[in-house]
């Protein structure tokens, strides 16, 4: 027998792990209407008039106005990015909450996955240099040191 | 009178904490110890000062004595005691009041402590910085900040708080919580300076303020939970948390404070991380601080954000010492710190640890690259752009994962190094658990990987949790309930409930506009049903009008409304949120342009949000039982031997001797 009894039960459990995983992106959640739609679209917006709030979020008339014109263009078959680019040109670029893509600006992508990537980078450098540590061995200054110890040991000792 | 002698106590606070500081230099200066007995009597003399100061602007408050410029601007006349109380820390000279106040709490019950230890440098360091600290605190009272200025010609009334700050009685309680947690990071970052000033950079220090940082974190935590509950019941948009550059700012030192809480426990154990421990601390506290610049300056925009002031330059200042202060002592003390322990195997507790840590270091960069973007932007070129929620979502949800997946870990993962056998023997219960989570949210209509991964992670996780707080109960009692190890587990418990309630109320929210024509008009949505009964109308005593609807969700009837405040001359929405462990129903009423007779009401379903508070209540339990003395080994107990399956996982770490 290649497997034992205890690696098929743990394949069995990684098997409806991964196959539970499946099924979730196969069925269907409720049903999206246009108002599950508008609400996400207008958290992606910042509402002009207010200190940081998102559209979704404020009662300002502004805020109201973008909320019912973005309901307006869904109900109209607008998608996604033309609401933004619409809504982009009416306002300005900084109603849009998700920074672009390019630029100076698109550096706020990129950054954290480089922090994140070295981070990890020197995590494994570390548990290298500690792994190592291990076979160290004493320093000519540990070993005078000791030796140095050991003297002044002996002379209270002798007096 | 209110005003001469606040003004008066204030300026005693900050002479007391003047003639502390330098008695405390000469001390240590001349090694005379008993220069520090007078120390302590200028510490109780500050704390007089400080409760009288408090005392003195309560007092105006609840009399409205509308000489006070504080008053006079915040304060009104009809407002309830409650919220007349809580005006101390609805806007900025009030709020650096009580911080202060709770500063020079931790500072004489910290001198206190300590009171047989004068002689011990260390001590008398960190005294020294706490002393710093509350001197400026004081500083700004007397100056920039200064909440006891006399108005010449007293207006009759007030304007009274910002109505959305009395709108809710969280907010009473909110603020205070969060500060004596955010205050609380002195203790640990005074003893950080001190150990490092002495050269004293073992463990140490540690030990001396485990409790105090398990407490600050544990109010911090409590005081994050109470804002996002404040916000869920009033703003009624269905959200309680927003990535707001307010929000952040306490998320950031709650971020680097958990990285902490976790790796001390990787020194004490093995010596290791000494650099990154003391620069943790420093930088919770270091982060405390920008968050207060950042809430306080103007320089950026928020609804939470208190009115601009001139304090921002000096708080940034003050940001910028703590830094360099923290840096130069690190770099001089380079060589000490150097790491006596070693590693044997990433798989194993302690290297857990090392991977939380770098994620948490991560997590706390994006949320504060991503608060700080927009000024950096406008500042290289000019550009006017906004960072939110769909940048910090996408961010911060693989990151999410990667926390909670070694929440699942760690727990069963013993120190030094782990063996296939042993994982799989103690994993394997917690990832029945976890299959067993993933199954039965997809038979009730889960859908999307994102939140059925969250539940089977979850389902993992805490059956490692509770795998570790059967065996220690098991083994000790009720004892194993208490101690670090088992009140954390309670915590991981706590946070557990919160990330499953985040996923499901994230993912399965409904939203729905209906606009009602006549009474008795009934709709169906997301399997409740709406019916129009009528509008009410409502006058509190403080002057309020509620202008309800009266709206009958499956049988019982709400009244969100509109609330107008005549004296603040604004209308705010007043949600009504209703709800159970399965879903919560808030409706909020839109405001209508028109003058014709038709209700317009926003329904948001959510599932699960419920769970948010009940993890965060749990979050607050297992932080207070983690405060109690768990069972304490000997310090000659074999406590690093090589676990086994048999001798399972280490109920308590050790206290490593001074």
């Not at chain 2, 003391?278 to 009115?307: D, E, K, P, Y």
């Not at chain 2, 706390?364 to 006017?384: C, H, K, Q, S, Y």
């Not at chain 2, 939203?511 to 006058?539: I, N, P």
Request: glycine share 10%; aromatic share 10%; hydrophobic share 50%.
């Amino acid at each position: 027998m290649i497997f034992s009894k205890k690696s098929i039960i743990w394949l069995c459990l990684l098997a409806a792990f991964l196959s539970a995983l499946v099924v979730s992106t196969q069925v269907d959640g409720p049903p999206r209407t246009n108002e599950d739609r508008v609400r996400a679209l207008s958290e992606d917006f910042a509402c002009p008039t207010c200190d940081g709030q998102s559209v979704a979020e404020s009662e300002a008339v502004v805020a109201q106005e973008i909320r019912r014109d973005i309901r307006r263009r869904v109900d109209e078959g607008e998608t996604d990015g033309q609401i933004t680019d619409a809504l982009v040109a009416a306002y300005d670029e900084s109603i849009d909450l998700r920074p672009r893509s390019g630029g100076v600006v698109g550096l706020i992508w990129i950054v954290p996955v480089v922090v994140m990537v070295f981070g990890f980078a020197a995590l494994a450098a570390v548990f290298r240099r500690w792994k190592d540590a291990a076979t160290q061995t004493a320093s000519d200054h540990d070993i005078e040191l000791i030796e140095s110890l050991r003297r002044e040991r002996s002379g209270e000792a002798s007096s | 009178m209110h005003v001469l002698i606040g003004y008066g106590a204030v300026s005693l606070g900050f002479a007391g904490a003047l003639l502390g500081i330098g008695t405390t230099i000469v001390s240590l200066a001349r090694k005379q110890p008993h220069l520090m007995r007078s120390v302590r009597v200028y510490v109780a003399l500050i704390a007089v000062a400080a409760v009288v100061a408090t005392v003195v602007m309560e007092s105006a408050l609840l009399q409205h004595d509308f000489s006070v410029k504080y008053v006079a601007e915040h304060g009104r006349i009809g407002t309830p005691v409650l919220f007349t109380i809580a005006t101390l820390w609805g806007a900025l000279e009030g709020s650096i009041l009580l911080w202060a106040l709770i500063l020079v709490g931790y500072l004489a019950i910290v001198a206190w402590r300590f009171r047989d230890r004068s002689d011990d440098p260390m001590v008398g360091w960190a005294l020294l910085t706490m002393l710093v600290v509350t001197a400026f605190f004081f500083g700004l009272m007397l100056g920039p900040a200064n909440p006891f200025i006399s108005v010449a010609n007293p207006p009759d009334n007030g304007p009274g708080l910002n109505p959305l700050l009395q709108n809710n009685v969280f907010m009473a309680f909110h603020p205070p919580m969060l500060y004596l947690g955010y205050v609380g990071f002195t203790v640990p970052f005074a003893f950080a300076i001190g150990a490092l000033v002495t050269g004293r950079v073992g463990e140490g220090w540690l030990v001396e303020t485990r409790r105090w940082t398990v407490f600050a974190w544990g109010f911090l935590t409590f005081g994050i939970v109470l804002g996002a509950w404040w916000s869920y019941e009033t703003l009624g948009w269905g959200g309680y948390w927003a990535w707001d550059p307010v929000e952040n700012a306490s998320f950031l030192p709650w971020l680097t404070g958990t990285a902490f809480i976790h790796s001390v426990m990787v020194q004490e154990r093995r010596g290791m991380l000494r650099v990154w421990n003391l620069s943790l601390v420093c930088a919770t506290f270091a982060l405390t601080i920008l968050g207060t610049f950042l809430t306080r300056s103007g320089v950026i925009a928020s609804v939470h954000a208190f009115s601009e002031s001139g304090i921002g330059p000096i708080l940034l200042g003050f940001f910028a010492v703590i830094v360099a202060v923290t840096v130069g002592l690190i770099g001089w003390r380079g060589d000490a710190l150097r790491s006596v322990g070693k590693i044997d195997s990433p798989v194993s507790r302690e290297g857990a640890f090392l991977a939380n840590n770098v994620v948490f270091a991560a997590f706390a960069f994006v949320v504060l690259l991503g608060t700080v973007w927009p000024l950096i932007i406008e500042a290289v070129n000019g550009d006017r752009i906004a960072v939110g929620n769909p940048f910090f979502d996408r961010m911060t949800m693989p990151i999410g994962f990667v926390l909670l997946f070694l929440m699942a870990m760690a727990p069963v993962l013993p120190w030094r190094k782990a063996s296939g056998e042993v994982l799989g023997d103690r994993l394997f219960w917690p990832v029945v658990a976890g299959v067993g989570a993933m199954v039965a949210s997809l038979l009730l209509g889960a859908a999307g990987w994102a939140p059925v991964l969250t539940f089977g992670l979850a389902g993992i996780a805490a059956g490692a949790a509770i795998r570790q707080l059967v065996l220690a109960t098991k083994r000790q009692g009720w004892r194993g309930l208490v101690g670090r190890t088992n009140g954390g587990m309670i915590v991981h418990l706590g946070v557990i409930l919160i990330a499953v309630a985040f996923a499901g109320s994230n993912a399965y929210l409904r939203q729905a506009e209906f606009s009602f024509e006549r009474v008795g008009e009934t709709k169906e949505f997301a399997g409740h049903t709406f019916t129009y009964v009528g509008d009410d109308e409502l006058v509190s005593p403080d002057g309020r009008i509620d202008n309800q609807v009266l709206v009958e969700v499956d049988g019982t009837i709400e009244r969100p409304a509109l609330t107008l405040f005549p004296f603040a001359g604004r209308t705010l929405g007043t949600p009504s949120t209703r709800g159970s462990l399965i879903d919560d129903v808030q409706l909020s009423v839109i405001p209508t342009n028109e003058e014709d007779e038709k209700a317009v009401i926003r329904v948001t379903v959510q599932p699960l949000v419920r769970w948010l508070w009940i993890g965060g209540g749990l979050m607050a339990v297992g932080t207070a039982l983690a405060l109690v003395p768990g069972k304490r080994r000997r310090p000659t107990a074999p406590t690093s031997a090589m676990p086994t399956s048999d001798n399972p996982i280490d109920v308590d770490p050790p206290v490593v001797a001074v």
